[in-house]
């Protein structure tokens, strides 16, 4: 047998101990996730809650540092509240016990002024399954919305909490929230309010025509993702992603409902909203046939990270994500029993982060650019159109698809743009936004 000299034995310590680091650094990686943007109005209270913002739960040896020039921290959360219209950073890391950063997140926090008011009622469309079957959060947001705006908002849709008429018909709150819905069966199910027959599929734009009596909705907000995620496998991460694509994230699902309300409603403002994370009460968790709290937690912040990665892929500037899992308390939030469904304090959090990305679509719709007008003139495009209030900088998209597949091809500081990259045998299509003061 031989005999390892030295050198050659403190070389594979050494070895041992690096593979050793990477295998714990790869358990005990807690995948620290913000949302790209957030979105407040100057008029509400918003928190980042730190436990929202990992797969599991931080190790005592770990700590989170927040960088921001606004807001302050308690021991569980980072405050934003009341803050002034404008454009802010925040970076969080988090570190071990030696101070060292070992994951580190940031996100852009965008406030505007809460007296920013549309030209007319706000009409707002929420599809989703039993948070917003429920009702509450859009009592609450009705409340709030009407208390900071000289226009009303009107929820649109054919559904509504029949077991509690103050959550539905008395205040209004229309919807389009089944309890235990999924997006499969939203896209796909021949019970789902957009498919009328078999033969005809998903149907949104009759849908628009029958249900919405051709009113379009400003506002179209997506909430689903929790009832996809009941039986999903919480091995690992890839596991869990493995049932991501089968069930939501797909051309099946999610996609063809998305590409489909897009084909209909080009113009609506479109959000899609990151599920909450669960109630930390582990007790609650009574279902063994479904997950428990750990296995939840992981399933719900991974969804949200590939919520926020593939709609980026969908190419379209009209479609953001909503924030919801960073701003809900888990324990003060829910209730003794109920594992999945917030309590009013709960509810009332979710309101707040609507009406933020609410306020802050608000001002893209009152600054986006009416009026296209499109010439061809020998080798080149001209585009012109109305200049808008507010607007600060042009973006120009073109694809061959009507419907989708839009890509930059400029920028303009004023209300025209030519487009000399043209190929005279293709069909091209136009898209123009606005940036405002915040984005």
């Known amino acids: ?15 041992l101990i690096l593979l050793l680091k990477i295998f714990l650094y790869t358990q ?13 109005s100057s008029d509400i209270q918003f928190s980042i809650y730190f436990n929202n913002l990992i797969s599991g739960i931080l190790p005592d040896k770990y700590s989170f540092e927040v960088s921001c020039n606004v807001g302050y921290r308690d021991s569980i959360r980072y405050n934003l509240d009341s803050l002034n219209e404008g454009s802010y950073e925040i970076e969080i890391h988090i ?21 920013i008011d549309p030209n007319d009622t706000l009409k707002v469309l929420v599809i989703g399954d039993s948070y917003t079957n429920a009702g509450v959060y859009l009592k609450h947001l009705k409340d709030i919305y009407n208390s900071s705006t000289n226009n009303p908002i009107k929820f649109m849709g054919t559904n509504y909490n029949v077991g509690y008429p103050y959550y539905g018909i008395d205040n209004e709150l229309f919807h389009e929230g089944y309890w235990g ?25 009759r849908y628009f025509y029958e249900s919405l009596d051709k009113e379009t909705p400003d506002i179209i907000i997506i909430f689903l993702g929790i009832n996809d995620l009941a039986y999903a496998d919480p091995t690992t991460v890839e596991t869990i992603d493995n049932w991501i694509d089968y069930k939501i994230l797909n051309d099946s699902t999610s996609g063809k409902l998305i590409d489909s309300i897009c084909a209909v409603f080009p113009n609506s403002q479109i959000g899609i909203a990151l599920t909450p994370p669960v109630n930390v009460r582990e007790y609650t968790y009574t279902d063994t046939t479904q997950l428990d709290y750990f296995e939840r937690k992981k399933c719900h912040h991974r969804l949200c990270q590939r919520y926020i990665d593939y709609f980026k892929t969908r190419n379209n500037s009209n479609i953001s994500i909503i924030p919801i899992n960073v701003n809900i308390d888990t324990f003060s939030g829910f209730g003794e029993t109920d594992p999945l469904h917030p309590v009013i304090s709960g509810y009332r959090q979710i309101a707040f982060t609507i009406y933020g990305w609410i306020k802050y679509n608000i001002q893209l719709i009152k600054t986006r650019p009416a009026g296209l007008e ?10 012109n159109w109305d200049n808008v209030e507010g607007a600060e900088l042009f973006r120009i998209y073109r694809s061959i698809n009507p419907f989708g597949d839009f890509i930059k091809i400029g920028t303009s500081l004023t209300p025209n743009y030519i487009d000399h ?19």
């Open 181 to 205: 819905k999924t997006w499969d069966w939203f896209a796909n199910n021949l019970s789902s309010p957009f498919i009328f027959e078999e033969e005809e599929g998903l149907d949104i734009s």
């Open 374 to 383: 499109i010439s061809f003139q020998e080798s080149q495009v001209d585009l």
């Open 95 to 115: 570190k071990d016990s030696l101070g060292q950063i070992t994951e580190c997140d940031s996100s852009m926090v965008f406030v505007s002024d809460h007296t």
């Open 1 to 15: 047998m031989k005999i390892l000299k030295n050198k050659e034995y403190r070389l594979l310590t050494l070895l």
């Open 28 to 40: 005990d990686s807690l995948y620290l996730s913000l949302p790209d943007e957030i979105y407040l």
């Open 421 to 439: 990259d043209i190929s005279l045998s293709k069909k091209y299509f136009y898209r123009v936004t606005s940036e405002n003061s915040l984005k």
